[in-house]
Each structure stands twice: as C-alpha cells, then as structure tokens.
C-alpha cells in the first residue's frame, strides 16, 4: 500500500482538507459495481447462456434490456452525485468519548433531486438524506471523538447506491472543519474544593446556597435550576431564587486543585467534572490554566469557554 | 441504509413474485401450485402482522419435500419443467427467508431469471407484454428498496423503472440486432422442450385429418415472391401415405432418390415460415424444386429435415404447379402403390370390377371414378357417422359423407382394387391471404388430403375428390364451403372480426419474423444488406462495441444535460464571468467572501484594476441588492465587465 501511495493520493485527491464548498466535479465521483451489482452481471451471464441455449428471442431480449439498465443505472448513480456541492457546518462541542456529529451541508444547484445520500467516516453509523431540486440538506458524519482537542473529521466519503444497488458512487471529501471535544469528565462524586469568599478568604463550606433568601427578577443567564418555577406556575414571571451565604462566594479551579499525584490527564477530567459540578449548582467559577485565565462568572457560556480551555490545555 | 425491510417492501416483492409465477400455474401440478400460493401468503401474513419469519429448519424441511414432490412428479429433478417447478418454490421459500435487503436483492434478481423460464413456454406478443410489465414492477421493487424512506406514493417508483427502463431500449436493440448470435443449443436441449403440437401426422384414418382441421393454429406463413397462385392450386405437400391396412394409411420408411420432373410453366418463389411441429418433414407447395439447405427430398417429393421441427423455422422455397414426374417409377414401388388388404371391402372390389370392364384404359376408369363422386350424393362433413370394418364400402355405398380423408382414401382404395397404383397424400390446401401484412396464413383448418394415381406415360397424377364434391372447399378454404360442423371462429361472415384478426395475425407475423425469428442467419442476412459481407466475429465485435458506445453517448447527453446549473439572472451570469476574468489573473474569489471584501483585495494587489472593479462591484450591489433600475445599467454592468480584459 506505501507504494501506492503516490497513486491514490492522485487519484483520490489526497491534498489535505479543502477550505468552503467542494463541487463534486466529474473528476471526483467514483462508481464501482456493487456486490450485488457483481452477483446481477452473474445472473445476466446466466440468463444470457440460457437463451442461446434454448433459441430464446426473448430471452436475449430481456437480457439485453437488463444490461441496458445496468449501463443506465451507472449513468443515474453518477447523476445522483455529479455537481453536488458539499459544506461543513458548524459541529457540536462534544466530551471525549462520545460521538461526535459534524453536520454537511448538501446543496443541489441542479434540477434534479438526489435520493439516497450518505456522509460518512466508515459505513457502520450514517444517515441518509434526499436533496430536493434546488434545494439543501443537511447529512451528518458521525465521527468517535477519542480524545480531547480539536478533532477533524478527516476524509469523509459521500456515497450512494441510488437508484438500483448495483452500484456504489463516491466521493471522497476532507473538509476544513473541526469540532472542540471536551475532555471526558472524572466519574461524580469528587466533592468540590474549596469556595473562596469575596475572592480572598476561604468560605470553608460550600452549603451556603441552599438557604433560600428571597426572589428577583430573572435574568438571562441564571441557572434554570434557581428559576421558580412554583411561580411561574402562578403566572408570576419568571423570578430567581436568591440563596444567602458568603454572598460572592467563589471558585478558583486550577490544575493544582486536583491532588498533585494525578497525571495531568486525569487531572483536567477531574476539574471538567468540577466544572460542570460548579455550573450544576450556580457557583460562580473560574478557572487557570496554562493557557487559559478565564474569570469567575456562571452561566452556560462560560462553562462552554472553560470547557474549551480544558479540551486544549 | 438500514438493512431490514420495511412491510411496503416485502409486499412488493410479494406481488412481484406472484405475477411472474402466474403463468406458470397451469403448468404445474396443482399442488405445488396451492404450495407457492400458501407460502406467499404465509409470507404476507407475517408482514402485515410483523411477526418474526419461520425458523430455517422448517423452511428446510419444506425444500425437502417439495424436491421430493417434484421429483415424484417429474422423475428427475432437472430438465426444464422440474427445473421451472424448484425454482417457483425455492423462490416462494427465499421470500420466507428474506430478512435484509440482500435477500431482497437476490429475490429480485431470481425473479427476472423466472421471467425467463416464462419464454419456454411461450413467446407470443402477450406474453412479451405481460413479462414487460412484469419486469417494470420488478424493478420498481429494486429501486424501492434503496430509497431513504418508503415514499408516500408507489408512482415515483414506478415512474423510475419506467425511466431506467426506458433509457436501456436503446441499448437493448442494438445489443439484439449486433451481439453475435450463436446457433444453440450450447449442451443437449432437455427433451421435454418438445411441446405436443396439433398438425398432421405420418398415419391417417377416420377423423385425422378432422381433428386438425379443428384447430385455427397457424401451420406457417408464406411470402410470396411471385404472384400469389389461385388458392385451388396451393396444394401443400406433406407426408405421403403409401401402406393401407383396411384402416389407416401409414407413410414408408422414407427412400431418397432424384427424381426426373418436367416443369411446363413459370416457377412459384416464396419463403416458408413454419411453426414448430415436433415432425421431421417442411411443407412446401407441390411440386418442389430446390431444396432448402440441411434438409433432403424423397422420392415422393416429402421434404426432411434430419431433426424434427423444434422451433419456427424460415426457408425459401421454388416450385412448379404444372409438372409431370415419375414416368420411370421403379416397379416394387408401384406394386407397393397396389397394395389392398385381403378380405376387406368386397362392394368396392365388386365396383371396380365394373369399372376395369366397362373402361379400357386407366385414365378412363379415373375419370370415371372421379366423376362418380361429383355425381352420386356425397356429402362433405366434418362430423361423418363412424364407419365400421369395412370403411371404404360403407363410406361409399351408405353413409356418403366424410371429410378429405374419407374421399381420398376412399379413392385411392377404389384406384388400387381397379389395378391403378394410388396412394394418398396429405398436407395444406389454400390459406388465407393477409392483404395487411401481405403474405398468406396457411392454418391447420387448411388441413387436407388428396390422391395420387401412377398413369403410364404420365407418372403420378394428383386427382382431388374432395374437388368433385365440394368444389367451394377447394377453391375458397373450408369456411367458404359450408361444412356442417365448422366451428364458429372459423367462419370468415364477420367483417371487422375479419380484419381484426388478419391485423393481429400481420402483428404476429412481423413479430415472428423480426424478432423470435432472428436467427443467426438473419443477423448474417442484415449485415450483409449494410455491406458487411462476411463479417468476422472481430468487425461485429468493432461494430457492437462502437454502436453501443454511441448509444451510451446519446442516453449520458440526455440523462446528464439537466445537471447544467442555468442561472437565469444576467446580473449574476455577468458578475460570475466578471470573477472567472478575475481568477484568471490568480485572484479567485474566496467561497465566503462579499464581492465589496472581494473588490477592496483586488484593488489591494492590483491597484491598476482599482476605479473599473470598484466601479463595477458598486453597480452590480446597486443592481442586485439596491433596487436599481435595470435596463441600460444591465448594459453597462457588462460593458464594465469586458473592459476589464484590457
């Protein structure tokens, strides 16, 4: 295969990710018969030995005119493909360990709708879609995200078998995108470390926010959890509970939060743990990193930008 | 593409399967038959009710007995009925078996091989037709099993396997006309190939000759290449009929010699299309005078083939209809022609006593013979009263009234009782002329038997009784002479009925020749017509390969030329080509970026160019997105657009 090489990054347009729209030009659709496509041709031989045998007119005939439709079936499979223009969209942040969905978008400037697409890193997991006429869809690739970081796609195959079996199309597209993927979060069950009240002084327990205080008005951005909800179920609007405690109390994590012994792996799993323990429970939290400094705050974004911060510590 | 079968699938193929199997039912045996219909609606059934399929074992032990079944039915289990009747039930059992599109797609792929075992049995236009439509559904069930998900409506199926469908004829015709036809069969042809047919025989005795004329089969056709004769005069021959036994004429083993003939007037050229009739000898009008290739000529003038007539065959013909032959007739052969069972037929004897006495000379005494029939009151019937021992007498002497074979034996017996060698011969008189398809439908109504008596000096003279006493049935067929008994189909009073039937016998006629009829000397006969004289397998290979290339050419033209991205806008086509000038002067448009982002890089790097692609990005923003009249800005949009090449 190293030998190879040379040949099918050639052929296969092996250049490294592609940045926007891929056109699928004629010059990157690939068809080969299929298995079953294999096992037709047989039972055309078949049919074809018979009707010589037997004189068949009409044996001939309907072997030919399935030959006929084999040879036009290729022409459809590549019609299926040919001038599709493929985009990536924006993937989803995803933990390590799960799989990731990066969503490609399939436009068809053409009059003619596609059937049967499918956008995929190996054949076990797809999705297939149909793109109308002039119109867009979206397929997804999923990909398992392994490991922490930025993970790219690679090469994706667009494929189809439409619209008889008897042929696989494809095409191979590596598209310039990526999706974050979070570091896989240390089992629950870690108590927090330590708050720190009015950024100074210890607090020393971290119970304070479960003695409830009053109501406000709701801002965007406060934790669902503090939404009142018995009220809004009165018709009150949505209020937000207050908690007393040390009232700007917060929390600093950092790689030394963790016990020191821990490899430097399992110690970013134990601070995204932390972190989604913190934003569970409406702590406000900031986070030190080597290559992050983000201050305390709350709120969905700002576990979204911790959580990058730890996938590319 | 999920691998399991949704119900709409499964009862697709369901259908598809019962359709081809139709018409093979009533050539099974009734119970595999009931079999294949319990296993497809067992198959139904489970779908509908979404239960799982039977276990393997079961089905196992199905196949089992249904092999056993065929087997005891059939004593083999190969061959092309037993074979037929295994594969309907290992197809009835696959669908029980068919979990996932694989075994969807060999179903699908088994079932236009069952197409084809249809062909075995029939070729006929319905038969096409129906298989045609067969085909259609079949496909259709291919392609529904890659959609997505199961459309709302059959139609788009149907209508994409009408398109694949459609788009493959083109190839199929010229694969069928230019793929080299090779003369079968490769192995031995099964024996029971050989369909029982109705047609004459080599024996003849009462009712034989009725029976045939019964049916309204086509024997053959013919193509006349000189003037049709007058139908009185198309005497076809077939077998003669030499030994008599007071019952039934049988035909000798047959003798090849040459035989001298004397023509007196202009040949008859035409060409023969005859239906396969299971029987060695080819029909040609009387007398004969070539002979077609592969086949020999008796010396009775019968034409063999070395192989009985299996499938329809064509061969020109010449004959002569005025002839003499046979003055030099070997003499064990004439002593043959007066051979009579002893003790049979003693009034007969007793007339041609009578005859031999008042006449002197042997064509005095077959005149007279002759002119009895047209005299006494014969009737001519299909249905006679049965005879008894002594036939000949009976007929003549009581019952008067009989068929061809009744006169012709009657007087071929009355001939050789007088000392005048006779013997019968049997085969086609007339036929009906097809003025739509121009050529002559000759069928076994026309079905017939005459007499030849061996004069001296003038060899074997054909004498027709049947013409003395029902002369309409020699010259207009036998629906014009009034037989009592005729079948309804055959009486020709109804017009349109008529010509409808002559229109569809053209259609079947055309049919038979263009295409069931293309043999491999047809295929040499066309390319010769186009000038390819002797084409070896390499230029037919050339030929097929370049004609297919093109017809895959044309059909890629029109199954591809929608993928043409037409924009309609002339702002957008003149803003596109602007880019393309652009980009051939290496400064392509980013996929992402704004034609203002796009005009200030290029004004960046190519400060030349600056003013004229501000100028024109400016407009065509103000065209496209302000609101902008259009009109003469249109205009100038492009005439900004081209001075930029400067």
């Known amino acids: ?313 | 593409m999920s691998a399991n079968l949704d119900l709409r699938h499964t009862l697709w193929l369901t259908l598809a399967l019962a359709l081809v199997t139709a018409p093979h039912v009533e050539r099974l045996p009734w119970w595999l038959s009931g079999l294949v219909a319990m296993l497809l609606l067992w198959r139904t059934y489970l779908a509908r009710a979404r239960r799982d399929l039977p276990p393997r074992a079961l089905l196992i032990v199905i196949v089992a007995g249904a092999s056993a079944g065929v087997y005891f039915q059939y004593g083999t289990l190969f061959g092309r009925d037993a074979g037929v009747a295994l594969l309907v039930v290992m197809l009835g059992l696959k669908l029980l078996e068919m979990h996932n599109r694989r075994d969807a797609l060999l179903l699908i792929f088994l079932s236009y091989f069952l197409v084809i075992t249809n062909f075995l049995y029939s070729q006929t236009i319905p038969t096409a037709l129906y298989m045609l439509a067969c085909v259609w559904f079949i496909t259709g069930g291919m392609i529904g099993i890659n959609y997505t998900r199961s459309p709302q409506s059959v139609l788009p199926q149907l209508r994409t396997s009408a398109l694949l469908l459609g788009q493959a004829v083109p190839l199929m015709l010229v694969l069928f006309v230019l793929f080299p036809r090779v003369q079968g069969p490769l192995w031995g042809m099964p024996a029971d190939t050989q369909r029982a047919s109705t047609g004459l025989s080599d024996t003849m005795s009462p009712g034989s000759v009725t029976d045939v004329a019964l049916s309204d089969a086509v024997a053959f056709r013919v193509e006349f290449k000189t003037p049709i004769p007058e139908s009185k005069r198309m005497y076809w021959r077939g077998p003669v009929l030499w030994d008599y036994d007071g019952r039934t004429w049988r035909a000798p083993r047959r003798m090849y010699a040459r035989i001298k003939y004397d023509a007196r007037d202009q040949p008859v050229d035409y060409s023969v299309t005859l239906e396969p009739h299971g029987k060695a000898w080819l029909f040609a009008l009387d007398l004969p005078s070539t002979v077609p290739p592969g086949t020999l000529v008796t010396n009775d003038f019968q034409l063999i083939s070395p192989r009985p007539v299996t499938a329809r065959m064509r061969y020109d013909m010449r004959s002569y209809l005025d002839y003499t032959y046979g003055a030099d007739e070997p003499r064990p052969n004439l002593d043959r022609a007066l051979e009579l069972p002893a003790g049979f037929n003693p009034r007969t004897l007793e007339l041609a006593r009578s005859l031999r006495a008042r006449h002197k000379s042997d064509a005095a005494i077959v005149e007279a013979a002759y002119a009895m029939f047209g005299r006494e009151r014969f009737t001519y019937t299909l249905a006679p009263p049965p005879l008894g021992v002594n036939m000949v007498d009976e007929f003549l002497f009581d019952s008067r009234a009989g068929f061809c074979e009744h006169y012709s034996s009657a007087f071929a017996v009355l001939m050789r009782a007088a000392g005048i060698p006779a013997r019968v011969v049997t085969g086609y008189l007339g036929g009906e002329a097809n003025p739509i398809g121009d050529y002559l439908i000759v069928r076994q109504a026309d079905a017939h038997a005459w007499t030849e008596v061996w004069l001296e000096g003038r060899g074997w003279v054909r004498v027709d009784p049947t013409a003395a006493v029902s002369p309409a049935r020699i010259e207009r067929g036998l629906a014009a002479a009034d037989v009592a008994g005729v079948p309804l189909f055959m009486r020709g009073d109804n017009v349109v009925m008529r010509r409808l039937r002559l229109t569809w016998d053209s259609l079947a006629n055309s049919w038979n020749q263009w295409v069931l009829g293309y043999t491999p000397e047809r295929q040499r006969a066309l390319l010769t017509r186009v000038g390819l004289d002797d084409a070896t397998w390499r230029t037919l290979a050339g030929l097929l390969l370049a004609a297919t290339g093109a017809v895959i050419l044309v059909v890629a033209f029109f199954t591809l030329r929608r993928l043409r991205v037409r924009v309609d806008d002339p702002v957008v086509r003149i803003y596109l080509a602007f880019c393309r000038k652009l980009a051939a002067k290496g400064l392509a448009r980013d996929a992402a970026e704004g034609p203002f982002a796009y005009a200030e890089r290029v004004s960046a790097s190519r400060p030349d160019l600056a003013s004229r692609v501000r100028d024109f990005v400016a407009l065509y923003v103000g065209l496209r997105y302000g609101g902008m009249a259009r009109g003469a800005n249109v205009a100038r949009l492009k005439k900004l657009a081209q001075e930029l090449r400067a």
């Open chain 1, 1 to 313: 295969m190293q030998l190879l090489r040379p040949f099918t990054t050639w052929l296969f347009r092996l250049h490294g990710p592609e940045r926007g729209e891929v056109v699928l030009v004629q010059r990157r659709i690939f068809i080969l018969p299929s298995k079953a496509g294999v096992m037709f041709a047989a039972v055309l031989l078949l049919m074809l030995t018979g009707s010589i045998n037997y004189a068949l007119s009409l044996g001939f005939i309907l072997t030919f005119l399935l030959g006929g439709l084999a040879v036009v079936a290729m022409l459809h499979t590549f019609r299926n493909l040919a001038g599709l223009r493929v985009t990536a969209g924006k993937a989803e942040p995803v933990f390590a360990g799960d799989v990731a969905r990066f969503p490609i978008a399939l436009r068809n400037p053409t009059r003619t709708p596609r059937f049967g697409l499918v956008v995929a890193r190996d054949e076990t997991d797809h999705d297939i879609v149909d793109v109308p006429a002039e119109g867009a869809s979206v397929a997804t690739a999923a990909v398992p995200a392994e490991r922490r970081g930025l993970l790219y796609p690679g090469r994706l195959t667009l494929y189809t078998r439409y619209p008889v079996a008897l042929y696989r199309g494809w095409s191979y597209v590596d598209l310039d995108t990526h999706c974050v993927v979070y570091p896989r979060p240390a089992p629950a069950g870690v108590p927090l470390p330590p708050l720190a009240a009015g950024g100074a002084e210890g607090s020393g327990h971290g119970e304070g926010h479960d003695d409830f205080y009053g109501l406000r008005q709701y801002h965007p951005g406060d934790s669902p959890r503090h939404i009142a909800w018995k009220a809004a179920a009165r018709e009150q609007g949505l209020l937000t509970k207050q908690f007393t405690g040390y009232a700007p109390a917060e929390l600093r994590l950092s790689l030394d939060s963790a016990p020191p012994h821990l490899p430097l792996e399992d110690k970013i799993s134990r601070l995204t743990r932390w972190v989604l323990d913190a934003d569970a429970a409406g702590i406000a939290y900031a986070l030190s990193l080597p290559n992050a400094s983000i201050d305390a705050a709350t709120g969905v974004a700002h576990r979204e930008r911790c959580l990058h911060a730890l996938a590319l510590v």
